[in-house]
């Protein structure tokens, strides 16, 4: 990483980082997280000895609060610097970060990093999500399966069937859409189904290859367009006739399973849908589309609020990061 990184204030100074942060969730000036006031004179600072630093009051309700209260790093005893260091390293790279590394680098427990690391995997959720697509436009559509690869593994089991769904809707040169989808509750086809139609504009062409998992619900959009990939016995092709394709779809599944093998080695599928949502947001925020690594931190800061974590038992048998 490079040196002029690590000399930045926020990166070394606990006031300087609060102060980031401060200007990042509120570009407006402070609100109240406990009543939501708005309003700045009814906000006041803390002053004196006897305040700790970045304490403000609410006059509204009588409550007190800093930058971090209502987020990811509320009651965290990891100082903001690392934080804010994890951040960055976590964003300025495109195959991600590993826990280890985090370790490492900030000096902290191999927990305590896996942990900040799924913290800001779920500030990188995307909310209130618009549909994709529009009139004129394509997305792509693919599926693809995930784990149980190794042979060598014990729970080995052959085929798909034993194997994590992951869904992806794609625009051409645009965002990025993904799921990690349960069979559980629905058939694959339901499943597709059902997401295809929450997600995508009805005015959208869908492009898909040629499973039998679209052709139902391409028919609820404006075209529905195949691209014949054949088989190890047969001729395919990556474009149609119509120059419909699926190769945006397929490249971020290669970024997505590269990463997954050379950074992250094992995700269990109980983490899947985070670890999916960080290549998502890193999708949507690619220097392709302008964004700089400074932004794209900034980007996934911004999604901080609402979504703290605890550790706490699952099943009653294993422990897990989950929302609080």
Not at 95 to 117: C, D, P, Q
């Amino acid at each position: 990483m490079a040196k002029a990184v690590f000399q930045n204030p926020a990166y070394n100074d606990e006031n300087a980082a609060r102060e980031a942060l401060e200007a990042i969730r509120w570009p407006a000036g402070p609100f109240c997280p406990h009543c939501g006031n708005l309003d700045q004179d009814k906000i006041a600072k803390g002053q004196g000895k006897a305040h700790r630093p970045g304490l403000y009051y609410c006059a509204a309700c009588n409550g007190q609060f800093t930058v971090t209260v209502g987020t990811i790093f509320e009651r965290s005893k990891v100082p903001l610097t690392k934080w804010l260091m994890a951040s960055h390293m976590f964003n300025s790279g495109k195959n991600g970060v590993s826990a280890h590394e985090i370790h490492r680098t900030l000096g902290v427990t191999y927990k305590t990093a896996w942990f900040m690391m799924h913290r800001l995997r779920e500030a990188m959720k995307e909310s209130n999500p618009s549909p994709m697509g529009g009139k004129g436009q394509s997305v792509q559509a693919d599926e693809t399966y995930y784990g149980n690869s190794s042979k060598r593994a014990k729970g080995y089991r052959k085929g798909h069937s034993h194997k994590a769904v992951v869904l992806a809707l794609v625009e051409p040169n645009g965002r990025a859409r993904v799921f990690h989808a349960t069979k559980s509750k629905h058939s694959m086809g339901e499943t597709v189904f059902r997401t295809l139609i929450k997600n995508v504009d009805r005015k959208s062409e869908l492009h898909t290859d040629e499973s039998r998992l679209y052709p139902e619900v391409g028919r609820k959009f404006a075209a529905h367009k195949t691209v014949t990939h054949g088989s190890n016995r047969g001729d395919g092709f990556y474009v149609g006739e119509d120059g419909q394709t699926t190769n945006a779809v397929e490249n971020f599944f290669g970024n997505f399973k590269r990463s997954m093998k050379g950074t992250y080695r094992f995700c269990g599928d109980q983490h899947l849908q985070r670890y999916l949502n960080e290549f998502q947001f890193r999708h949507n925020h690619r220097a392709k589309l302008g964004f700089t690594d400074g932004e794209r931190t900034a980007a996934a800061l911004k999604g901080i609020e609402g979504k703290r974590l605890t550790y706490r038992p699952i099943n009653g048998n294993s422990e897990s990061a989950t929302v609080s």
